[in-house]
């Protein structure tokens, strides 16, 4: 926990760390998911970014935030997913539940519960990487997310939640891993183990958890071992690793729940989109731009920042594109003589008007050439 995290910890606000958030990237930055999000309507978005005026920390801007730079220092991904692990060594099943659980729920001293401020606040990897080694249970009150003062977390939860499903989908995982129920559920201890775990509830407890966790992750890296990866995308692919090592990865290839990138207009290989993507997805090289769908966060970055509006999302990426970390080209150079004045120039098969010739149009759709179909293709 850095001096940042500590001092926003104590005044009880999640920590955003500016140089991480796509606005702090480029003005052109169009997310605004974090506002969005926030039940107290306690983000706005100013010149510098998002400020933070009103949070009670539940954690719904962090499991939006698409780049992590907004995050609760007490309830990071990995925290959830180290609880998750120290309970399922002992526990058949973890069980998440959320402060509108039964009441008789949040007294229950049962060593398998974990609470979190929202269910929405889960991120769906945490989930996969955890249904990777055993069972989850999701306690949602009866009447569901109805009446809640965090209600905005129930579209959250349920995208969070369909995310997951067609990512156990992919993998072949059986659905049944993840279960949603409004019934508590103390969990079988597995045999040869006792009880020693305490629920973590309480904030000083929370803190006690933590702070217990830093030290034994810091000691098995010292001494080697597996780490417990900080990041969503680190969590993910610790699971897919993992499933591959045990031969539970499907053979066939199968649509993994993330948009790919595709390339619609002209692309000037600028290196705009490359040099700001934050999680280096997009490479310019050899005169290719590729783009690595294991990296991508789908933050939108690119497509804001392209000045000629070049990029869009694609179709789904597929399962095989994020395990192998496949490198797939957008564009390629090729030499051009521009329509407008005659110059030779470099572009993709897009481009028709040099890159002056195409900055003195305001309309880049004029640039789009006419014989050409939506795949880049020459029409006949
Ligand atoms: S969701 Fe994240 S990247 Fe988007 S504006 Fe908020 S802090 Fe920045
Ligand atoms: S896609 Fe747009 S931003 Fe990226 S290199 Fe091409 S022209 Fe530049
Ligand atoms: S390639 Fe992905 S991570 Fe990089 S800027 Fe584009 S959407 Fe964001």
Request: a positive charge; proline letters at 7%.
């Amino acid at each position: 926990m850095d001096i940042r995290e500590l001092a926003s910890f104590l005044v009880g606000k999640v920590v955003l760390r500016r140089e991480l958030c796509t606005k702090s990237l480029s003005p052109r930055a169009s997310c605004q998911r974090c506002a969005e999000s926030c039940p107290l309507g306690g983000i706005e978005i100013t010149g510098e970014g998002p400020e933070i005026i009103d949070c009670n920390r539940c954690g719904l801007c962090a499991a939006v935030c698409p780049t992590g730079a907004l995050k609760d220092p007490e309830r990071t991904p990995a925290f959830f997913l180290a609880r998750g692990r120290e309970i399922l060594k002992i526990y058949e099943e973890v069980v998440f539940f959320c402060p509108r659980s039964p009441y008789r729920i949040r007294q229950e001293k049962a060593g398998n519960l974990v609470f979190v401020p929202c269910l929405g606040a889960l991120p769906p990897e945490v989930l996969l990487a955890l249904a990777v080694e055993g069972r989850i249970t999701l306690i949602l009150p009866k009447e569901g997310c109805r009446g809640c003062a965090l209600q905005k977390g129930q579209e959250i939860f349920e995208n969070n939640f369909s995310v997951l499903h067609m990512m156990l989908e992919a993998l072949a995982l059986p659905p049944g891993r993840i279960k949603l129920t409004p019934e508590i559920s103390r969990g079988r201890v597995k045999p040869g183990h006792s009880v020693g775990l305490e629920v973590a509830m309480g904030r000083r407890e929370l803190f006690a958890a933590l702070f217990r966790n830093i030290k034994r992750w810091e000691r098995e890296e010292n001494e080697g071992r597996a780490r417990i990866p900080s990041t969503r995308r680190e969590i993910l692919h610790q699971a897919l690793v993992r499933l591959e090592r045990e031969g539970g990865l499907p053979q066939e290839n199968r649509d993994w729940p993330q948009a790919g990138l595709k390339v619609v207009g002209p692309c000037y290989f600028c290196n705009v989109c490359s040099r700001l993507c934050p999680a280096g997805a997009l490479i310019l090289e050899e005169e290719r731009l590729l783009f690595k769908p294991s990296l991508c966060l789908s933050c939108g970055l690119c497509l804001d920042v392209c000045l000629h509006r070049s990029l869009s999302w694609g179709d789904k990426v597929s399962l095989k594109s994020i395990t192998t970390r496949e490198r797939q080209e957008l564009a390629v150079v090729t030499v051009k003589e521009c329509i407008n004045c005659g110059e030779k120039f470099s572009a993709n098969i897009y481009a028709q008007l040099c890159l002056r010739c195409s900055l003195q149009r305001p309309n880049p759709s004029f640039n789009l050439a006419p014989n050409l179909g939506g795949n880049g293709e020459l029409k006949k």
